[in-house]
């Protein structure tokens, strides 16, 4: 079965991932299939407008094939994989004519990276959208680490710590998405977007969007600002976790028992590439600190370990290294965000950031 299905109807041309049965994960193959087809869409100018979903009911991407990762050897394959993967998020983001993403269902991890860097972000009640990545001894990447700083307050440093999944109404408010459309209305938004009019840009696609789309409600973040904002401002995770325990909430009770959960090294790393992603220039210096990370944590750190407990054996006990946030050293992160492979962006210049901060 093709992973990737790609077709033109009218002016719209559609990009739909094909691998239901496990969740449209995003293997390397897929990566390098949907960048052919943008190559296709940019040269063709009776296409307006190109739109990314999922089939099957279940979501649009729960993320890269982090199994093909585990059962590779050494980085050389992660290396090939992340690379052409941080190219595709990066041109999404620029692609010069309007991309629509519909995050219906799960949309974590990879998937955010294709869906949350368009231009015409679009969710459903039915959406939970999450950058997981610290559970499994990893970091929020993809960019996520320019997204995620940009949130309100101190609200994107608490879902790339916790890794709590986001309702629609949280995806917007957190800036990941623009607009609910029910479920119900997506067979309509698309044939709207397949009638587009010659010509037709960024206005028009927003404004059909608009005319399909529904009051998403409140946002449980908005109403949790106040603690999060107060418990997540510093830049240390033990300062975090004591700041949630001197709250005593429920909510910074039930905060704290699932950072708890987390690979400690990760959170480390994680905040600390946030609090960079904040004078980051442009997403590509994100992306670029990422990509060096991810293949430390994958030679030196927790991942594979997360990979083995999540995905491998599933017994969901993962025995992290270190195994409490006193034994993170603090100079080993700061290893960890060194150059050890070629640029993903060879012309962009990452300025770098602060020193490793205090655990």
Not at 184 to 205: M, R, T, Y
Not at 235 to 244: F, G, N, P, Q, Y
Not at 310 to 317: E, F, L, N, Q, T
Not at 324 to 353: K, N
Request: aromatic letters at 6%; a negative charge.
């Amino acid at each position: 079965m093709d992973e990737i299905l790609v077709e033109t109807t009218g002016r719209l041309g559609r990009i739909r991932l094909n691998r239901p049965k496990a969740l449209n994960a995003l293997t390397h193959g897929m990566v390098g299939q949907i960048d052919a087809a943008l190559d296709d869409f940019a040269g063709k100018s009776d296409i307006a407008c190109v739109l990314l979903t999922g089939e099957g009911p279940r979501g649009l991407c729960a993320g890269g094939d982090v199994r093909s990762l585990y059962l590779s050897e050494g980085t050389a394959f992660a290396e090939r994989f992340w690379r052409d993967e941080y190219r595709l998020d990066a041109r999404i983001a620029r692609f010069e004519k309007p991309v629509v993403a519909v995050m219906d269902g799960i949309t974590m991890g990879g998937g955010v990276g294709l869906s949350a860097h368009a231009r015409h972000r679009v969710v459903t009640e039915r959406s939970r959208v999450a950058m997981p990545e610290t559970g499994i001894g990893y970091l929020p990447d993809v960019g996520a680490t320019w997204l995620l700083p940009r949130a309100p307050g101190e609200t994107g440093t608490y879902l790339g710590l916790t890794g709590e999944p986001m309702a629609a109404a949280d995806a917007i408010y957190a800036g990941f998405a623009d607009t609910l459309v029910p479920a119900s209305a997506l067979a309509a938004l698309i044939e709207d977007l397949c009638g587009l009019p010659e010509g037709a840009g960024d206005a028009q696609v927003a404004a059909l969007i608009r005319a399909r789309g529904s009051d998403p409600g409140p946002a449980g973040l908005e109403a949790q600002r106040a603690v999060i904002d107060r418990c997540f401002a510093s830049d240390s995770v033990t300062e975090i976790l004591r700041a949630l325990e001197r709250d005593g909430s429920d909510f910074a009770r039930a905060t704290r028992a699932t950072l708890a959960e987390k690979a400690p090294a990760s959170l480390v790393l994680t905040l600390d590439l946030l609090r960079r992603g904040r004078t980051a220039p442009n997403l590509e210096a994100c992306l670029e600190r990422e990509f060096q990370a991810s293949l430390a944590m994958l030679a030196e750190g927790d991942f594979r370990e997360g990979i083995r407990a999540a995905v491998i054996d599933k017994d969901r006990s993962p025995r992290w290294s270190p195994p409490t946030l006193s034994a993170v050293d603090p100079e080993a992160i700061a290893r960890w965000l060194e150059p050890r492979a070629a640029p993903v962006f060879p012309h962009d210049r990452d300025p770098g950031g602060s020193p490793a901060r205090r655990v």
